[in-house]
């Protein structure tokens, strides 16, 4: 996939590990690569508050996003010829056997071939797994229990389980941290990880889940997924919204109005939690290294799974592809908060051009040092935004 005909390559560098490169010039606002996900899933707590959405995209037609979000099922969308989801809502399909709900019959398809013809018959154990997740994992979610359920079923229909293998390795890091695990799940990690451990042993009890299975192995299995699980969220409202910025209005400015009440009246009974959430194992965009001052960002331009790699200043042939893994107001603050989040949260001194030009800045600015509140709420904003817009350093 990488080389010079799609305009980087993946290199080993000894000091960040993998990264990409670019191979040619990029032009701000060029996408440098769309990708789907080796393997992507619904976050539990987002899914179990009827956040409808099958591996690849929302379920809910606009109006019905705006309907749930709002708690409000009079609401009545304007334009409703412009949602997505409304188009394909009778491609939606089933599985026959479980109910789990997919939004065409090739996502079905593919889901069976891959993994689901697995997990399929495993339902009410997986809703026990879940259940126990959830109670060990509160919002705002970062990772899923049922990536690493999918792996082990994408392990065991694969025609050749040793490429699969090869390729998850693919994502794995050198440096096994416990800090990682604490910051999945919280103090009690190692008791909570020996619970899941056992129960996903009395769930997968084939002999190729042997290997997976081991202590160690689980554990990797972990950080994998934590280090690596690209946040991923999408929103038939919003996707609906930005397909009326290209529709002639003649009232825009009272449209405009509308939406705004209605954003005001998600945000009293949904809060922040607006988007379809989930994570997902991307091959390329999980090569992507933090740089305080990047040339990258991730979207999700078609309100579905795949995402896109996109440069936000020109890149020139040579120049590390980066992105951010902090926050908006992390990134304003000063080269020793910045080091600060980094360091706790993915294990890492940042060396980037910004960093290097503040190395005599003072350890702590005083507005700062009073101000711990302030980061703790960065914090919780990075760690919400992961869920759309990041991804952990693997390196």
């Not at 060029?30 to 990708?35: F, G, L, N, Q």
């Not at 037609?61 to 997505?84: G, K, N, Q, V």
């Not at 998850?168 to 416990?178: A, G, I, K, Y």
């Amino acid at each position: 996939m990488a080389g010079s005909t799609c305009g980087f390559e993946i290199i080993l560098t000894p000091d960040k590990g993998k990264c990409l490169r670019a191979t040619r010039k990029f032009r701000k606002g060029e996408a440098i690569i769309e990708e789907s996900p080796l393997i992507s899933c619904q976050f539990p707590w987002n899914a179990f508050y009827g956040y409808r959405a099958c591996s690849q995209l929302p379920l809910e037609t606009a109006e019905e996003c705006a309907r749930r979000l709002a708690d409000d099922p009079t609401i009545t969308l304007p334009y409703p010829e412009h949602c997505s989801i409304l188009k394909s809502l009778t491609a939606q399909v089933k599985c026959l056997e479980c109910g789990v709900a997919y939004c065409s019959e090739s996502c079905r398809t593919e889901a069976f071939q891959k993994y689901h013809k697995t997990l399929c018959k495993l339902k009410t154990p997986l809703q026990g797994l879940l259940e126990m997740w959830r109670n060990m994992h509160y919002p705002p979610e970062t990772c899923s229990i049922m990536l690493i359920a999918k792996i082990f079923a994408t392990v065991r229909q694969a025609g050749n389980p040793t490429e699969i293998l090869s390729i998850l390795r693919e994502f794995q890091s050198e440096d096994v941290c416990n800090r990682i695990y604490h910051k999945i799940l919280g103090e009690q990690f190692v008791e909570q990880l020996a619970t899941l451990h056992e129960y996903m042993k009395s769930i997968f009890i084939e002999p190729i889940y042997a290997e997976l299975l081991s202590p160690d192995n689980f554990k990797a299995l972990f950080i994998l997924v934590g280090r690596n699980g690209q946040g991923i969220g999408t929103s038939s409202f919003a996707a609906w919204q930005k397909n009326l910025e290209k529709v002639d209005i003649d009232d825009r400015a009272s449209l405009e109005n509308d939406i705004a009440t209605l954003y005001d009246k998600f945000e009293e009974f949904s809060g922040s939690f607006l988007d379809v959430e989930g994570s997902g194992l991307y091959v390329v965009q999980s090569k992507l290294n933090h740089s305080c001052l990047p040339n990258a960002e991730i979207k999700f331009p078609h309100s579905n799974h795949t995402l896109m790699i996109a440069a936000v200043k020109d890149i020139e042939p040579g120049e590390e592809i980066c992105i951010s893994y902090l926050s908006e107001c992390l990134l304003n603050r000063s080269r020793h908060t910045r080091h600060k989040f980094l360091k706790e949260n993915y294990l890492f001194v940042c060396q980037c051009e910004l960093c290097t030009s503040q190395i005599a800045d003072p350890d702590v600015t005083s507005s700062e040092d009073e101000d711990e509140e302030a980061m703790e709420a960065d914090e919780q904003e990075t760690s919400k935004a992961s869920n759309a817009m990041e991804t952990l350093d693997i390196n």
